[in-house]
């Protein structure tokens, strides 16, 4: 039995994880080729869907808790200035998440293009082709 197509909303979950932008996905197509092969086609591994589906459930838990703990963050001033406390577990948030950003990477045999748990999104730049 094939795997469950991946809905449009997973698919736009995907490309935003994986920092792949909508607005060229019809000239860089190597990804919308990928997950049309893990979720669509009769010979497609129906676990890889199911690990993908999973991974995207966890990372949406990952974005929650960075969410919440954001009004968690208390200000402690230390010598040098001030900082977050809670820092670390955040960072240990994003971390987690740029993991299961890996493990879709492998799974759908790309590079993710921008980091999604990053301090800030790299922008501009070629495309890659190929």
């Not at 997950?35 to 669509?40: A, E, F, I, K």
């Not at 991974?55 to 010598?79: F, H, P, R, W, Y």
């Not at 879709?104 to 495309?127: T, W």
């Amino acid at each position: 039995m094939p795997a469950a197509p991946f809905t449009p909303a997973e698919r736009a979950q995907i490309r935003m994880y994986l920092g792949w932008s909508d607005q060229f996905r019809d000239i860089d197509t190597r990804l919308e080729s990928q997950m049309d092969t893990v979720g669509n086609r009769p010979e497609a591994d129906v676990g890889a869907a199911a690990n993908v589906r999973s991974i995207l459930t966890k990372l949406a838990n990952v974005d929650l808790s960075l969410e919440s703990g954001m009004g968690n963050q208390t200000l402690n001033t230390v010598e040098g200035g001030t900082s977050f406390q809670g820092e670390k577990e955040m960072a240990a948030y994003r971390k987690h998440g740029r993991n299961l950003i890996q493990r879709l990477a492998i799974i759908f045999d790309v590079k993710p293009k921008r980091d999604y748990y990053g301090e800030e999104a790299a922008s501009g730049g070629m495309l890659e082709m190929g």
